[in-house]
Structures are given as structure tokens and as C-alpha cells.
């Protein structure tokens, strides 16, 4: 989408919960646990569990985050929002989409665990200074955001970042408050709505 009009060769960009910049992603994703763990934690809700979350996220240098933490951000945020999915912040994956579950889907322990090993064993450090945010004001074609409000892998702040920078006149943002983060998933049809309005405009 950023280099030397690539973008002239489609008709419109769909970002759906984007990995565009990884050192703002990691210091969102902190924020984003502190948060939501605090609010959880009143509400009475997995209290053990966002305790030692919010313990974690606390004890992390978001100045200095290396290639394991960033390991160690995908594997909880997968845990955050299973427990988010038991307590009815997200939706559970609508008949038709794709299901959800602690051990099948998108999101869940088992592909958390094996993402986060993965990402600790196989990149590098350098891959967590990759940061496009800045680039992204290049974009001029039509956009289309979409993302999940409990999206712990992806955060939400990346959406709204995105919105901001690019340089499009033609943009829309749609934040599905049942999702995490797939919201092709939670809220297929709403999402599949927003997808196809955005495709048949152009």
C-alpha cells in the first residue's frame, strides 16, 4: 500500500485488525491489558487470571520490548479474549463463520501457545522496530477498517491510528463491539455487510 503507487493497481483497501507497526501495537497491547484487566477485575470476571495479567503487563519496559515479549503479548492476548469469549464480551462465532473455541478457531490457547513460540524462535528482534504508521499517509485509494474492540493481538489503537494518517477522502472505520480478533468471525454478518457495501461502491 506504501511503495511506489502500488496501490493505483486496486480500486480499495480493506485493513481488517493489521499488524501495520509493531512497536505501537506492543505499547497498545500493554495499555490494553492494564485496562481491561482493571475493568474485569471489578466486574468480578476471571478475577485470578487478570490479576496475573495485569501483574505481567506491569512488570513490562514498553520503552524496551524485545522479540520475546512480543511473543509473550500474542500467546496472552489469545488467553485474554478466551476469557472475554467465557464471559460474554465477545461473541462466539456466528453460525456460518468460523468456530470458535479454546481449542479450534482463530483465537484460541492452543494457536496462541504455538504463535507465541513461534514468533519468540523464528523471528528476529529487528522485526519489532517495523513501524508503517508514518507511511501509511501515502495511502490515497478508498479505505475500509475494520477491527475487533476486545482485539488483544492487534489493538484497536492501531485501527484508529490508520484512520487518522491516511491521506484517503473516501475512508470508513468500523469497530465491532462483540469481536476480538476476528471479527469475520464473532460478527461475520456484520462484517460481511461492511465488506460487501465497501466492494459494490466501487
Same mark, same amino acid.
Given at each position: 500500500?506504501?511503495?511506489?503507487?502500488?496501490?493505483?493497481?486496486?480500486?480499495? #483497501?480493506?485493513? %481488517?485488525?493489521?499488524?501495520?507497526? $509493531?512497536?505501537?501495537? @506492543?505499547?497498545?497491547? !500493554?495499555? +490494553?491489558?492494564?485496562? /481491561?484487566?482493571?475493568?474485569?477485575?471489578?466486574?468480578?470476571?476471571?478475577?485470578?487470571?487478570?490479576?496475573?495479567?495485569?501483574? #505481567?503487563?506491569? %512488570?513490562?519496559?514498553?520503552?524496551? $520490548?524485545?522479540?520475546? @515479549?512480543?511473543?509473550? !503479548?500474542? +500467546?496472552?492476548?489469545? /488467553?485474554?479474549?478466551?476469557?472475554?469469549?467465557?464471559?460474554?464480551?465477545?461473541?462466539?462465532?456466528?453460525?456460518?463463520?468460523?468456530?470458535?473455541?479454546?481449542?479450534?478457531?482463530?483465537?484460541?490457547?492452543?494457536?496462541?501457545?504455538?504463535?507465541?513460540?513461534?514468533?519468540?524462535?523464528?523471528?528476529?528482534?529487528?522485526?519489532?522496530?517495523?513501524?508503517?504508521?508514518?507511511?501509511?499517509?501515502?495511502?490515497?485509494?478508498?479505505?475500509?477498517?475494520?477491527?475487533?474492540?476486545?482485539?488483544?493481538?492487534?489493538?484497536?489503537?492501531?485501527?484508529?491510528?490508520?484512520?487518522?494518517?491516511?491521506?484517503?477522502?473516501?475512508?470508513?472505520?468500523?469497530?465491532?463491539?462483540?469481536?476480538?480478533?476476528?471479527?469475520?468471525?464473532?460478527?461475520?454478518?456484520?462484517?460481511?455487510?461492511?465488506?460487501?457495501?465497501?466492494?459494490?461502491?466501487?
Amino acid at each position: 500500500m506504501v511503495t511506489a503507487g502500488l496501490q493505483y493497481n486496486l480500486d480499495g #483497501w480493506i485493513e %481488517a485488525d493489521g499488524a501495520h507497526d $509493531i512497536p505501537r501495537l @506492543n505499547k497498545a497491547a !500493554i495499555e +490494553k491489558f492494564k485496562s /481491561e484487566a482493571k475493568t474485569q477485575i471489578t466486574l468480578g470476571n476471571n478475577t485470578s487470571n487478570w490479576e496475573g495479567i495485569l501483574i #505481567w503487563a506491569n %512488570a513490562i519496559d514498553t520503552n524496551f $520490548i524485545t522479540n520475546e @515479549n512480543g511473543g509473550d !503479548i500474542n +500467546k496472552k492476548a489469545g /488467553e485474554a479474549e478466551c476469557w472475554l469469549l467465557e464471559d460474554n464480551f465477545i461473541q462466539a462465532g456466528e453460525e456460518g463463520g468460523i468456530k470458535n473455541s479454546l481449542l479450534f478457531g482463530p483465537t484460541n490457547l492452543l494457536t496462541s501457545t504455538v504463535t507465541g513460540i513461534q514468533m519468540s524462535n523464528l523471528l528476529h528482534n529487528e522485526v519489532e522496530e517495523v513501524a508503517l504508521t508514518n507511511e501509511l499517509k501515502k495511502v490515497t485509494i478508498p479505505t475500509l477498517i475494520l477491527w475487533g474492540k476486545y482485539d488483544f493481538v492487534v489493538p484497536p489503537a492501531l485501527a484508529y491510528d490508520a484512520f487518522k494518517t491516511i491521506s484517503s477522502t473516501n475512508k470508513k472505520i468500523v469497530i465491532f463491539e462483540k469481536s476480538g480478533h476476528s471479527p469475520m468471525d464473532n460478527e461475520w454478518e456484520a462484517f460481511t455487510k461492511e465488506v460487501t457495501i465497501f466492494i459494490e461502491a466501487l
